[in-house]
């Protein structure tokens, strides 16, 4: 896909807004009024919940690439937390990953392809309607059909709405401005450079058809997704540091499911 050809594509005009809205919200937690030590604590806290829980472990690692299985309530539990992370659907964030492992950096129908620049694959991509959307029913048959599934994908923003009522009413406005406003930024933000950042910065262990890399600072702010071109090479295995040193904290919690009895047939590159 050209820029020309990026041109022709049409604004998607909600994603353009809400994003939009989101980031100038986050600004307000520069005002020192709106400072509080206990509200960043619990940003810290639900950052992890909706981001590592939630995107990287149940919309990730679970829900996409089936590299292990839960008992129902856990994975619906961990697609909740995924759903606060107010990344779109779940659905469409499901259906769009794979469409992202199938076509990875060759056309336009991998959504964020890195070969179109840092800024297209970071944010740019959200900003229009690309074809990709239309090959998701083909790509989640597996959960389209699912009634709790099809809540969060078309509840995920009144769901969002309702805590940030809920942090007013019980804690007030700074609440609101750090634990969604500022949350939200950063695990935006994070998660975004999964698709940018490690298609461009570290190393690389594997010969992929792609440009994936192994970035450690992104596996920092990931929770250990940054290690992604181990994933590319094995999209399947539920643990992505593949070293010793190549942290990889969800996979650890993997481990800790594992051991409770609540995760089962885990899928690592030797199997």
Aim: charged share 10%.
């Amino acid at each position: 896909m050209t820029i020309a050809t990026q041109n022709k594509l049409q604004y998607n005009w909600a994603h353009i807004i809400s994003l939009a809205g989101v980031h100038i919200g986050a600004l307000f937690a520069l005002l020192p009024s709106n400072f509080n030590w206990t509200a960043v604590g619990l940003t810290v806290f639900m950052h992890w919940i909706t981001g590592g829980l939630g995107i990287t472990l149940g919309w990730h690692r679970l829900l996409t690439h089936r590299s292990f299985q839960t008992p129902k309530f856990v994975e619906y539990f961990l697609a909740f937390c995924g759903a606060l992370a107010c990344q779109g659907g779940i659905i469409h964030w499901v259906g769009l990953h794979r469409l992202h492992h199938t076509h990875s950096d060759q056309n336009e129908l991998d959504p964020h392809n890195a070969q179109e620049g840092f800024w297209w694959s970071h944010m740019g991509w959200m900003l229009y309607k690309g074809p990709a959307h239309d090959e998701i029913p083909r790509c989640t048959k597996d959960i389209s059909s699912d009634p709790f599934y099809q809540f969060l994908q078309n509840y995920f923003l009144p769901m969002q709405i309702a805590l940030g009522v809920l942090l007013y009413l019980v804690a007030g406005w700074s609440f609101v401005v750090w634990v969604i406003f500022v949350r939200l930024v950063f695990v935006y933000h994070c998660t975004w450079f999964v698709n940018s950042a490690t298609h461009k910065f570290g190393y690389r262990t594997y010969e992929t058809k792609d440009s994936s890399t192994n970035c450690w600072w992104v596996a920092v702010l990931t929770y250990g997704e940054g290690w992604h071109n181990n994933h590319h090479a094995y999209q399947y295995s539920a643990r992505h540091g593949m070293k010793k040193w190549e942290i990889d904290f969800t996979w650890m919690t993997i481990q800790v499911l594992q051991a409770l009895g609540l995760a089962t047939k885990v899928k690592l590159p030797s199997q």
